[in-house]
């Protein structure tokens, strides 16, 4: 067991540390301690989307991905890599947030 609590099953078999300390925060639950859903994640790439005025096709093509994959991150029906959120970020010409 660790400060944080029981070990994962991954760190269980690879003797890795279980999970951060708390007071580090996570840019993926912007320093909530709750992590976001993938439909969370997926409404506000969709709002930096829009707000660019870009449509699912410009950012699908400059991220590398089809227009229904991108669509499907969008609802919430795939989860987002950390490639695939640094590659719409740089395709929005936005900032993480946090």
């Known amino acids: 067991m660790t400060e ?7 760190a269980r ?8 300390p708390a007071s580090v925060p996570c840019r993926v639950c912007c320093g909530t301690g709750r992590l ?6 997926g409404a506000e790439c969709r709002a930096r989307r829009l ?9 699908a093509t400059r991220m590398g991905v089809s227009r229904p994959y991108l669509n499907m991150l969008e609802l919430g029906r795939r989860s987002w890599t950390a490639k695939q959120l640094t590659a719409f970020l740089d ?6 947030a946090g």
């Open 4 to 10: 944080n609590g029981p070990p994962s099953p991954l």
């Open 13 to 20: 078999q690879t003797g890795a540390a279980a999970v951060p």
């Open 36 to 41: 976001r859903s993938n439909e969370d994640i």
């Open 51 to 59: 707000a660019t005025g870009a449509s699912v096709q410009t950012i």
């Open 91 to 96: 395709a929005v010409g936005g900032e993480a």
